[in-house]
Each structure stands twice: as structure tokens, then as C-alpha cells.
């Protein structure tokens, strides 16, 4: 089955600086990765996701970028401000056509930034 | 639009009782519900996936016969918690794929359990 590795598991910037998330997926079938944002007790929220074939895409100051031969996925958020601080969790998940898979979390990312 | 929501968003409930927790996707319509479990600052883990109209798929590991699910119409799935002990106690979540959608899952806000 799937398994999503995520790293690092906490990181703290300095406002303004960039930050950076990486995750790794094993199963070469995984098509599409979405990255979630989570603020204490509250609910994932989709913040951009990916398809296998695209390498980059871009929302503002957040882009995913996918290396597909790699096999790994990286959460770029430029130009960080205080309330991106959150939880942010990578996930991959394989379509069966016809019989759709089901998302595999990483173990999340706390992102700190700070004033 | 997508939004996905939870009730109760807490309950407390004493040891051996069944609690019932609902998730609704309330402006579309969701063939496949998710329902996950989420420690203090850990991830997502999956439990079961719930088709409309079948058996819900439980991830393995999970009780099937603990933690019931009733997926009974397009924008309504129900989890069960059966016999619930302390060690139930925790965060859960679930989420919806939009019907026509093959990908993007939208979560409801999440029901704190308690069991005392």
C-alpha cells in the first residue's frame, strides 16, 4: 500500500522567509496530492493540490511542485506571514479508474512563523 | 460551495453508551464519505470509507462491529461509536468527495469525544 513520509516535523521561519515541506510517496500509481492546512481544532482545509501530470503549479505565494521519478512532492509558502502558522499535512492517493482510492496522510508539518 | 458538516462538534459520554455522531455534506452531494480518527497533534488516520447505499470499507485494524457506519443517502453518513471506553476518546473527522469529483475531499469540522 501506500506510505507518505513527511518532513520535517515542525518548522519555525522568520516572517517574510520561505518555507518548505517535503514528502516522499512509495507507490509509483499515486496521481494526485493535495496539501491540507490545519489551525488548532479546526477542521483540514484543501490549500492546493497537485495531479501526476503536472510538475508545478502555483496559487499566490503557495506552490506544490512533484517529481514524479522521485517520487516526492515539496509544499513551497513564499513570503510567510503569521498566520500561515498551522499544521500543514501532504497526502497521495491513487486512482483505480473506475474504483477511486482513498488519501494517505503524512504525520503533518507545524509551521511556525514568526513575527 | 462543498461544505461538510459534523454534529455534535463535542460530547461527553460515560463508558459502556453508544454515541452517534452525524457528518452532512450540506450544498453537494457526496457518493463516498470518509471518516478519520485524529490524536492530539498527529495526523489523519483513515477508518472506513462509506459509499451511499453499501457497506462502508473499514481500514484494517478498525472494529467494524465498535465503530458503525451508515452511509443512508447522498449527503448523510453516520458513525457510530458502540460500547465506547476511554481509549475511543479523540478527534473525528470526516470528509466528503463531491459526486463527479474523483479527487478533492472536503472535511467537516470534527467531533471531540469524550468518554468518561
Known amino acids: 500500500g501506500e506510505n507518505v513520509e513527511q518532513h520535517p516535523s515542525t518548522l519555525s521561519v522568520q516572517e517574510g522567509d520561505s518555507a518548505v515541506i517535503k514528502c516522499t510517496y512509495s507507490?509509483?500509481?499515486?496521481?494526485?496530492f493535495p496539501w491540507y492546512k490545519q489551525e488548532l481544532g479546526k477542521r483540514p482545509q484543501l490549500i492546493i493540490d497537485?495531479?501526476?501530470?503536472?510538475g508545478e503549479k502555483k496559487d499566490q505565494r503557495i506552490a506544490v511542485t512533484l517529481n514524479k521519478t522521485a517520487k516526492h512532492f515539496s509544499l513551497h509558502i513564499t513570503e510567510t506571514q503569521p498566520e500561515d502558522s498551522a499544521v500543514y499535512f501532504c497526502?497521495?492517493?491513487?486512482?483505480?479508474?473506475?474504483?477511486?482510492?482513498?488519501?494517505?496522510f503524512g504525520k503533518g508539518t507545524k509551521l511556525s512563523v514568526k513575527p | 460551495g462543498a461544505v461538510v458538516s459534523q454534529h455534535p462538534s463535542r460530547v461527553i459520554c460515560k463508558s459502556g453508551t453508544s454515541v452517534k455522531i452525524e457528518c452532512r455534506s450540506l450544498d453537494f452531494q457526496a457518493t463516498t464519505m470518509f471518516w478519520y480518527r485524529q490524536f492530539p497533534k498527529k495526523s489523519l488516520m483513515l477508518m472506513a470509507t462509506s459509499n451511499e447505499g453499501s457497506k462502508a470499507t473499514y481500514e484494517q485494524g478498525v472494529e467494524k462491529d465498535k465503530f458503525l457506519i451508515n452511509h443512508a443517502s447522498l449527503t448523510l453518513s453516520t458513525l457510530t461509536v458502540t460500547s465506547a471506553h476511554p481509549e475511543d476518546s479523540s478527534f473525528y473527522i470526516c470528509?466528503?468527495?463531491?459526486?463527479?469529483?474523483?479527487?478533492?475531499?472536503?472535511f467537516g469540522p470534527g467531533t471531540r469525544l469524550t468518554v468518561t
Open positions: 497537485i495531479r501526476s501530470n503536472v
Open positions: 507507490d509509483s500509481a499515486s496521481n494526485y
Open positions: 497526502a497521495a492517493r491513487r486512482y483505480y479508474g473506475g474504483s477511486q482510492g482513498n488519501l494517505i
Open positions: 470528509s466528503a468527495r463531491r459526486v463527479g469529483s474523483s479527487d478533492e475531499q472536503y
